[in-house]
């Protein structure tokens, strides 16, 4: 019968015979070349290590089609792809986190075009044409954390563009053309909670939501340098506060925000108290009752169409949207209303208003406000304190003795002192007026059994240890004597006299 690979290939003669061993062997080498379609191969324009491809640089102008399904990261950078359509991938990619798309030609991203990468954790659309963001353009990437659009020309964010991006954490937009801060992203329905960086820089912003940003930069780091902001007194009154914070996206970049050092604004200038001395006050309020904070330092507004925003524990107040339903509110001359003080209205107080030209960014207007009996609040704390300080002692001084214990036990039994023998057959080596745990003298005596238990006995130094010439008067008479004060242990008995003490080891 002829082998199986040439029949393969329907070869059934070849050069005469089917069984030539030549024959048969190049024959098995070109079918080895040319695996099962079944067997997911590299595309011949990337390179591929284990789970990472790279396409990069290759002059695409769409995606390989034979792309394997076990890839965790694809680099198609450097190329020239202008669209990115809904079936741009063949096949759900569930294992693929990262995709970079940067330095391409893209201008158009259809919707749902990335429902085929539904576990994508990073995406870089930098560097592309992209000019308008349409709604569900992002749809099914609710495990994106980071984002990368710099570099592009948007000048518009549909609602919705960004709305399913849940776990998004970081909006990198820097560098495109936007005339409007995207208030939505915050605000949207299902839109991103978490989002702990937002890079607006160089763009075409002249206005931003002070106050959402008041409350937006006490959890993420938003960066505006480079924009061509309007100075105005409420814009002043954000950087100053910024800097007082030491916010780190204003603090790096404090060069290229124009308004930080502008000295020509004098209209937003508060009349500030001379010689003011902005120590953090503590307010104290029953619940229930009214509460009014003046803001620290500050006498009148030099302009009263100034606002001034108040930092609340749980949301920013300003002065120029007074609600008379609300329990919090900001007169025009800058002073707090507490209507109604509940217990959670307790807390930190910050007063953000242009303070210019006697600004310090040392200092700030802060106060404390207390609601309820402080008295009893820290009496308990102390208590609590204190019964916590007693349990610790407590549990420190029992480890103490147990561990004494133990080193004790270890000490006796473990450590014993080893008596030495010497030519004569007496033992030395102890010292004198030492504890010794020693072996039964019967048993040292015959030298053949181990002992059963351990004694304990005084020894006398002996002669030969002191460097004295002159004999020293035992003590203890070594004749017979009672073993009631001796610890007994093994075969001896209360009474039986010691014969010979220096066999004691």
Same mark, same amino acid.
């Given at each position: 019968?002829?082998?199986?690979?040439?029949? &393969?290939?329907?070869? #059934?003669?070849?050069?005469?015979?089917?069984?030539?061993?030549?024959?048969?062997?190049?024959?098995?080498?070109?079918?080895?070349?040319?695996?099962?379609?079944?067997?997911?191969?590299?595309?011949?324009? @990337?390179?591929?290590?284990?789970?990472?491809?790279?396409?990069?640089?290759?002059?695409?102008?769409?995606?390989?089609?034979?792309?394997?399904?076990?890839?965790?990261?694809?680099?198609?950078? +450097?190329?020239?792809? #202008?669209?990115?359509?809904?079936? %741009?991938?063949?096949?759900?990619? &569930?294992?693929?986190?990262?995709?970079?798309?940067?330095?391409?030609?893209?201008?158009?991203?259809?919707?749902?075009?990335?429902?085929?990468?539904?576990?994508?954790? +990073?995406?870089?659309?930098?560097?592309?044409?992209?000019?308008?963001?349409?709604?569900?353009?992002?749809?099914?990437?609710?495990?994106?954390?980071?984002?990368?659009?710099?570099?592009?020309?948007? *000048?518009?964010?549909?609602?919705?563009?960004?709305?399913?991006?849940?776990?998004?954490?970081?909006?990198?937009?820097?560098?495109?053309?936007?005339?409007?801060?995207?208030?939505?992203?915050?605000?949207?329905?299902?839109?991103?909670?978490?989002?702990?960086?937002?890079?607006?820089?160089?763009?075409?912003?002249?206005?931003?939501?002070?106050?959402?940003?008041?409350?937006?930069?006490?959890?993420?780091?938003?960066?505006?340098?480079?924009?061509?902001?309007?100075?105005?007194?409420?814009?002043?009154?954000?950087?100053?506060? %910024?800097? %007082?914070?030491?916010?780190?996206?204003?603090?790096?970049?404090?060069?290229?925000?124009?308004?930080?050092?502008?000295?020509?604004?004098?209209?937003?200038?508060?009349?500030?108290?001379?010689?003011?001395?902005?120590?953090?006050?503590?307010?104290?309020?029953?619940?229930? &009752?009214?509460?009014?904070?003046?803001?620290?330092?500050?006498?009148?507004?030099?302009? #009263?169409?100034?606002?001034?925003? %108040?930092?609340?524990?749980?949301?920013?107040?300003?002065?120029?949207?007074?609600?008379?339903?609300?329990?919090?509110?900001?007169?025009?001359?800058?002073?707090?209303?507490?209507?109604?003080?509940?217990?959670?209205?307790?807390?930190?107080?910050?007063?953000?208003?242009?303070?210019?030209?006697?600004?310090?960014?040392?200092?700030?207007? *802060?106060?404390?406000?207390?609601?309820?009996?402080?008295?009893?609040?820290?009496?308990?704390?102390?208590? +609590?304190?204190?019964?916590?300080? +007693?349990?610790? #002692?407590?549990?420190?001084?029992?480890?103490?003795?147990?561990?004494?214990?133990?080193?004790?036990?270890?000490?006796?039994?473990?450590?014993?002192?080893? @008596?030495?023998?010497?030519?004569?057959?007496?033992?030395?080596?102890?010292?004198?007026?030492?504890?010794?745990?020693?072996?039964?003298?019967?048993?040292?005596?015959?030298?053949?059994?181990?002992?059963?238990?351990?004694? *304990?006995?005084?020894?006398?130094?002996?002669?030969?240890?002191?460097? *004295?010439?002159? /004999?020293?008067? /035992?003590?203890?008479?070594?004749? /017979?004597?009672?073993?009631?004060?001796?610890?007994?242990?093994?075969?001896?008995?209360?009474?039986?006299?010691?014969?010979?003490?220096? &066999?004691?080891?």
């Amino acid at each position: 019968m002829c082998p199986t690979v040439l029949q &393969h290939f329907s070869l #059934t003669n070849f050069g005469g015979s089917c069984c030539r061993p030549l024959a048969a062997a190049t024959l098995l080498l070109l079918s080895l070349s040319y695996p099962p379609p079944s067997v997911a191969t590299c595309p011949s324009s @990337c390179i591929c290590a284990s789970d990472i491809i790279s396409c990069s640089g290759r002059n695409l102008s769409a995606v390989p089609s034979d792309l394997p399904g076990y890839i965790t990261r694809l680099d198609l950078s +450097h190329n020239a792809i #202008t669209v990115l359509p809904v079936g %741009w991938m063949s096949g759900t990619f &569930h294992k693929l986190a990262t995709l970079i798309l940067s330095r391409n030609a893209l201008s158009v991203v259809e919707v749902n075009a990335f429902a085929v990468t539904p576990n994508l954790l +990073h995406l870089d659309l930098s560097s592309n044409r992209l000019t308008v963001l349409d709604s569900d353009v992002f749809a099914g990437l609710k495990e994106l954390k980071e984002l990368l659009l710099f570099g592009n020309q948007i *000048v518009q964010i549909n609602p919705g563009a960004l709305g399913s991006l849940r776990s998004l954490q970081r909006l990198y937009l820097s560098g495109n053309r936007l005339a409007a801060f995207p208030s939505g992203l915050y605000l949207e329905p299902g839109g991103p909670r978490n989002l702990t960086l937002l890079d607006l820089s160089y763009n075409r912003l002249l206005k931003v939501p002070v106050q959402n940003l008041l409350s937006l930069t006490q959890r993420s780091d938003i960066y505006l340098q480079g924009n061509p902001l309007t100075c105005e007194c409420a814009l002043l009154a954000l950087l100053e506060y %910024w800097m %007082w914070k030491q916010y780190l996206p204003l603090v790096d970049f404090r060069g290229d925000y124009s308004c930080v050092d502008d000295s020509e604004l004098t209209d937003c200038s508060q009349e500030v108290q001379p010689g003011m001395t902005l120590e953090a006050q503590t307010y104290q309020v029953e619940p229930g &009752h009214w509460l009014r904070v003046a803001c620290p330092g500050l006498t009148s507004l030099a302009n #009263t169409s100034a606002a001034v925003f %108040w930092v609340t524990p749980r949301t920013v107040i300003n002065s120029t949207a007074f609600d008379p339903d609300a329990r919090l509110n900001v007169f025009r001359n800058g002073t707090l209303a507490i209507r109604s003080a509940l217990l959670e209205d307790s807390g930190m107080y910050a007063c953000v208003t242009a303070r210019r030209p006697l600004y310090d960014p040392k200092k700030f207007g *802060v106060v404390s406000v207390v609601v309820g009996n402080s008295s009893a609040t820290s009496a308990s704390g102390s208590a +609590h304190r204190g019964s916590t300080e +007693h349990f610790n #002692t407590a549990f420190t001084t029992l480890a103490s003795c147990v561990v004494s214990i133990v080193l004790v036990l270890l000490y006796l039994y473990l450590t014993p002192c080893r @008596c030495r023998e010497t030519r004569g057959g007496t033992s030395r080596g102890c010292g004198g007026r030492a504890i010794v745990l020693c072996s039964d003298p019967r048993e040292v005596e015959e030298g053949q059994r181990r002992a059963n238990g351990k004694r *304990v006995a005084f020894l006398e130094p002996r002669e030969d240890d002191s460097d *004295v010439a002159f /004999p020293k008067t /035992p003590m203890v008479n070594p004749g /017979p004597i009672a073993t009631e004060g001796i610890l007994k242990n093994g075969s001896r008995t209360v009474g039986q006299p010691l014969t010979d003490l220096a &066999h004691t080891a």
